[in-house]
């Protein structure tokens, strides 16, 4: 579980400050260590969030001049064809009046290029942004000018169905890591030496939290858990069953629960230390899928997937799309052609895909 691809993005909805920082208010860094040097080490979920929250409120990350880019960046493809996967899955459950909703939409490219596909199906709904980027939601604001924002997804419409995204959202969210020792497992923790951050094992917790058949693995095993993400999901899936509708989620991740430390950092599209400069680069962990569907069915809603970005993104067509585009502009087949395969071959088996629906709703495409 270790990534390939500099690719991935968007912004978490529990951010808890969309506040810039000034000059008079310390850097996050040395605010961070003075609270770990008074009240002592802290696990890694807050210093992750505590991390990200300041990145995303401050800063445009994507992009060449970013620290990442991330597939709606790469081409117009994947946000047609997930504009298409929203308006046939609609178009069978009998066109019913709805919101479109994307989760941390970054600069808004998937949210035009799926609106503008979505519309030439006949589908132009209502359109909700969570985000708590200022710089961002500028940027979206450009791009879809009648979006409504929210904070989080507590406030999203209660009285239509949902048609909810979310591409490189989930891997954002705060984490929580387990870290086996001689002794057993011990919650991990960022301890502070200095302006120095590092990972240390905690206290002790039984082994009766981990699956059976992780509870033996050898010393120096990981296991990752994001209660946030888990949270969210069980948030949209309650919805999605009361009011009707389905959800996307597609990231980087796997299909666990699993052994791995995924926490990473990414500064100028490289890969940097997690525990170094925290809130001067992006935070993420790659996606327990199996997981966000295991919450989602605990709310009564449907699971599909997960399957492999490069075999949904072929089973809506990227190929026909590719040739299509081709065939208007000659003279960017070269790089259209790059853009299909690094969407379907580079970034098509690191990156999964899965689905929820209401229980009435019918199945989607791409997923099994």
């Known amino acids: 579980m270790t990534d390939t691809d500099p690719n991935r993005s968007n912004t978490p909805s529990a951010n808890p400050s969309r506040k810039s920082e000034g000059d008079s208010v310390p850097p996050l860094a040395d605010r961070l260590a003075r609270a770990i040097t008074l009240a002592g080490p802290i696990p890694i979920a807050p210093y992750m969030a505590a991390a990200n929250a300041h990145y995303y409120a401050t800063r445009d990350p994507l992009?060449?001049?970013g620290d990442f880019t991330t597939s709606p960046e790469i081409s117009q493809m994947f946000g047609e064809l997930v504009g298409l996967w929203c308006a046939d899955l609609w178009d069978r459950a009998g066109r019913p009046e709805l919101a479109w909703v994307e989760l941390g939409p970054g600069r808004g490219t998937l949210a035009a290029d799926a609106l503008r596909a979505m519309a030439k199906g006949g589908l132009t709904p209502q359109v909700h942004f969570v985000e708590t980027s200022p710089t961002l939601r500028a940027a979206q604001a450009e791009r879809v000018p009648h979006a409504v924002w929210h904070d989080e997804t507590t406030s999203l419409p209660t009285d239509r169905p949902l048609l909810i995204v979310a591409n490189e959202f989930f891997d954002a969210l705060p984490i929580r890591q387990l870290?086996?020792?001689?002794?057993?497992?011990?919650?991990?923790?960022v301890a502070c030496q200095d302006t120095l951050f590092l990972p240390i094992a905690g206290k002790a917790v039984p082994e009766s939290v981990l699956p059976p058949r992780l509870q033996k693995a050898p010393p120096g095993s990981i296991i990752e858990t994001s209660p946030a993400s888990v949270a969210i999901m069980r948030d949209l899936a309650a919805r999605i069953v009361a009011q009707g509708g389905a959800a996307l989620a597609i990231d980087y991740g796997y299909a666990g629960p699993a052994i791995g430390d995924t926490f990473q950092a990414m500064r100028a599209h490289a890969f940097v230390n997690p525990f170094e400069n925290p809130g001067e680069h992006d935070l993420t962990a790659h996606v327990d899928m199996a997981t966000l569907l295991a919450a989602a069915i605990t709310e009564g809603a449907k699971p599909y997937g997960p399957v492999?970005?490069?075999?949904?993104?072929?089973?809506?067509?990227?190929?026909?799309?590719?040739?299509?585009?081709?065939?208007?502009?000659?003279?960017?087949?070269?790089?259209?052609?790059?853009?299909?395969?690094?969407?379907?071959?580079?970034?098509?088996?690191?990156?999964?895909?899965?689905?929820?629906t209401a229980p009435t709703w019918p199945q989607p495409e791409g997923l099994t």
């Open 179 to 189: 870290v086996r020792t001689i002794d057993g497992w011990h919650e991990r923790l």
């Open 308 to 356: 492999t970005q490069g075999a949904f993104l072929n089973t809506l067509g990227i190929a026909a799309r590719a040739t299509a585009l081709t065939a208007a502009a000659p003279e960017r087949a070269d790089g259209i052609a790059a853009d299909r395969a690094r969407l379907a071959e580079a970034m098509g088996e690191l990156f999964k895909v899965v689905a929820i």
């Open 63 to 65: 992009g060449a001049a």
